[in-house]
C-alpha cells in the first residue's frame, strides 16, 4: 500500500518540479511522498528484502529538503540497507550527507560513526582496529543517550570489527551486549540480526564443532519462533554446512548449501549470495575436490571485488590460490596469492589464509628457507588469535614445507600442534604428511594434506577434552555403555562409574581400566538409546556428552521404535536388523 501511494506522490511531485507548479505544495506533496516511501522501506527491512528497503529508502531522501526533521532517520535507514545488500558504493553519499547534518547532534554522529566504522569494516581491511575503536566510542555514547537500537547498532559493528581481527571470544561478549540493548528496545528487527552474526562466531572461533552445530540451530529455532528472517536463517545454514563439513558429511553440506543460495538469491543479497559461494568454496576444498571448488571460489573473489568489500574478497582469492595449487597451476597461484596479500590488511584470516598459500608456493618452487618463514609468520599471526581452523591449517603448512626440508622432529611438532587444534574444534580431520622430503613438490605434499575433513580422524593424538561437566543419567547411561560395549577404558576419568538405574542397567560397573559387565540386550534403556543415536536428543536437553563432545557426530539422524544392542560386537540395529551407523560411523565407535 505504502508503495504504491509513495510512488504516485512522488510522480506527481516529479511532474509538478517540471512544470514549476507551486514550489510550497509542490514540496509539500514530496514530504508526504518520502514519508509513504519511508514506511515502505523500513516494512521492507523487516520483511529481509534489503534490495526494496535501500531502493525506496534512497528514492525517499531525495525528496526531502536539507533541514527536514525525517531526513536523518531515512539517511540511516538508507544506509543500512546499502551496506547490509553489500552494495558499499551506493550507501556512501548517504553517510557523507548524514555526517553533514551531525555537527550539533551527539545522537547523529554517534550513528555516523558507528557506520562509519561498518563501511571501514566491510571496504577497508587496514583499518579495522580503528573501526573497532571508533565503534565502541559510538556505542558507549549512544548507551549514555539511551538510544538502545543505536547502542545495540553500534555494539553489532564493534563485535564485526572484532571477527575479522580474529577476537572471536570477544565478539561473542559484545553480541551478547547487543542482544540486551535490542531487546530492551524492543527492536525485533535487530535481535535477529545480531542474531545472525552469532553462527559465524561460533564457526570461526573456538567453540567446538557440536557446541558451535547447536549455536546455528538454536538460532534457526529462534527465528521460527519470532521474525522468521530469511537473511539469518541463510547465513546460519551457511554455517551449519561448514560445520558438516568439518565432521565430514559433504553431501549434507552441499544440500545446506544450496538450500541458502535459492534463499538469498530469492532476496537479492548480493553479499549474502557471494558469502555462500566463499563457504561453498571451502567446503569442496575440505572435501579434497579443488577442481570443484574453483568456480565457487572465482564468483565469490570477482563479486566481492566488485562490491568493494575488501577483506572478504581477499579470503576468498587466498583459497582460490589454495584450489589453484592444487591442480597444479603454480603461475594462476601466485597472482591470487599477490591479491590476497594485498587485500589483507588487518584481517588475520584473510592473512594466514595468504600466508600459507605463499609458503606452499615457494615450497614448490624450491625455496624451503623463504617458505619455512612465511609459514613461521602464518602461525605467528596465528598465534594472536581464537581461530582454530585457520590456526591448525597455518600448522599444517609449516608442517608441510619442514616435510619437504627433510626436518622430520619440526614436522612431527607441526602436527601434533595442528592435531590439538582440530581436536579442540572437535573437527574430524585426516593428516596425513610424509615423514620424508619424497615427493616432487609441496602442491604434491599439499594435495594429501590441505586439511580434508576425514570421517575418522587421526588416531595418533590425544582424546579429545570435554568443554563442560554437565552430568547427567543420560550422560553416565551412554558413557558408560559405549565402554561397555567396546571394551575399553572409559576416556574421561569423570564418568560415572558404578551407576545404578531404576530400570535394569547397562553396566553395572565400568571404572578406567577395570572390566564392564553388560546385561541381555532386552534390558537395554530407551532413555539411553534414544540419547545415542538420536542427535535430535540435544534439543530436547537429553544430549550425552560424547556426541556433545564431538567424539561420535556420525550416528543416525533417526530411530526406528523397535531397537536392541545385538551381537558380539554390541552394533546398534534397528527392528529388520540393518545397521544404524554407518560403516566410518562404526569405526569411530570402535564397531568392526
Known sequence: HEVTVG??????????????????????????AAKALGTAAQRALGRDDVAAASSLAARAVKLLDPDSPDLPDLLMLGCEA??????????????????????????????????????CTLTEPDRLVEAEAAAAAAARALAALDDRTGEANARLVRAGALARLGHIGECEAELDRALTAA?????????????GAAPVAALWGPSP??????????????????????RVAATATRC?????????????????????????????DRHGLLETQLYWGIVELLAGHPEAAEPHLRAAYGGLGRLGIGADAGQAAAHLSRALLLQRRLEEAADLADDS?????QNPQTIIAAKTARADLLAATGDLEEAQRVADQAVAVAE????????????????RVRSLAGDAEGTRKAVDAAHRLFTAKGASINIEIPESPGVTSASDTASNSTAAASVVASPEGPAPQRNDEVQNRTDALASNHLEAVNDRPAPHESLHSDVELERPPVVASARPGGEASRTPPEAVDRLMVDALTNPASQLANRAHTCHRDGRWPLMSASLAPDVHVVGPSGELVAADRKPLLDPAAARMLGFG
Open 7 to 32: 510512488y504516485h506522490l512522488e510522480s506527481a511531485h516529479d511532474l509538478r518540479m517540471q512544470l514549476n507548479i507551486s514550489v510550497e505544495e509542490t514540496a509539500e506533496i514530496g514530504v508526504l
Open 82 to 119: 546499502f551496506f547490509a545488500l553489500g552494495d558499499v558504493s551506493a550507501g556512501v553519499p548517504l553517510l557523507e550527507q548524514l555526517e553533514d547534518l551531525a555537527d550539533d547532534d551527539e545522537r547523529l554522529a554517534s550513528w555516523a560513526r558507528a557506520l562509519r566504522a561498518q563501511l
Open 183 to 195: 531487546r530492551a528496545a524492543g527492536d525485533g528487527r535487530r535481535v535477529a540480526t545480531v542474531l
Open 209 to 230: 564443532v557440536p557446541r558451535a552445530s547447536g549455536r546455528c540451530l538454536d538460532v534457526l529455532r529462534l527465528l521460527r519462533l519470532t521474525t522468521g528472517s530469511p
Open 240 to 268: 551449519q554446512a561448514v560445520l558438516e563439513a568439518l565432521r565430514g558429511r559433504f553431501d549434507a553440506a552441499r544440500d545446506m548449501l544450496a538450500e541458502a543460495h535459492s534463499s538469498v538469491e530469492k532476496l537479492g
Open 341 to 345: 596479500e594485498a587485500l589483507a590488511g
Open 384 to 399: 594472536g588469535t581464537d581461530i582454530l581452523i585457520d590456526h591448525a591449517n597455518a600448522n599444517l603448512a609449516l608442517a
